[in-house]
């Protein structure tokens, strides 16, 4: 598989972006569950094992602004048709560097792997790890490309004491790289102010396609959830999301 989208992502994780020429850049998909698009300023990336001249054709003869083709919804449903995969949304990306120490927050790991939250998350991504904290779920794993991701669910009822942008802080220390990424909605403004108030910093969008069935993994972006009667007392909350699968009620982060 191709490792040319991971040289992409770990450039642009350190400050070094695509020329801003206008250009679309095509590389293969570097596994077969990853496929989709990056827009960076004015230049675009989409990993996908259809034919580059299939992708460039399709772009130019999207109506619109030239700079913005690779996220129109027409050259995005073209893509979809192609590859028979769908999405659900574009996100915003962030990415923070890693940090020292250890989180401020009482931690629980949750290692069964037939646990819910665990095995969403390993739906969409390798070497996935959960903890719980008291009104809220982090996870960890290896998303698009290999690159680290981090996902925050905060329940209801502990929204108003900062919690989100406390997991977000604590996924920083956590990660074992040097960078850890988080996708967000942008309409999801209470979800971009946790993450960019815990030092994630935007670098592009990003349109993931998925195969199958489900929903796709997305963003890096806190959820709103009940308590699970279910679940141990140090949790409430769903697993899978503040970096998305599968959303079954809005996603809202503590402030």
Do not use: C
């Amino acid at each position: 598989m191709s490792e040319a989208l991971a040289r992409i992502l770990d450039a642009a994780a350190h400050g070094r972006f695509p020329p801003p020429d206008g250009s679309t850049t095509v590389v293969r998909q570097p596994n077969a569950r990853d496929a989709g698009v990056l827009a960076f300023t004015a230049h675009s990336v989409v990993f996908t094992d259809e034919d580059p001249a299939w992708v460039r054709e399709t772009l130019a003869a999207t109506a619109g602004d030239a700079l913005a083709a690779t996220m129109n919804p027409g050259f995005l449903g073209a893509l979809m048709a192609r590859t028979g995969r769908h999405m659900n949304t574009i996100d915003l990306l962030t990415v923070a560097p890693a940090l020292p120490g250890t989180p401020d927050l009482e931690l629980r790991e949750i290692r069964d792997p037939e646990h819910p939250r665990v095995a969403r998350a390993m739906k969409f991504r390798d070497e996935v790890r959960v903890w719980g904290t008291e009104g809220g779920v982090l996870i960890l794993g290896r998303g698009v490309a290999g690159r680290w991701e981090t996902a925050i669910e905060v329940a209801e009822e502990a929204r108003g004491r900062r919690l989100g942008e406390r997991l977000a802080r604590a996924a920083r220390q956590l990660v074992p790289d040097t960078v850890v990424w988080a996708q967000q909605s942008p309409g999801n403004a209470r979800s971009v102010r946790t993450f960019q108030a815990a030092g994630y910093r935007p670098v592009g969008s990003e349109a993931l396609l998925v195969a199958g069935q489900g929903l796709s993994p997305g963003s890096g972006r806190a959820r709103r959830v009940r308590p699970d009667p279910n679940e141990g007392p140090s949790v409430t909350g769903r697993g899978e999301t503040a970096g998305r699968p599968q959303r079954k009620t809005p996603v809202w982060p503590s402030e």
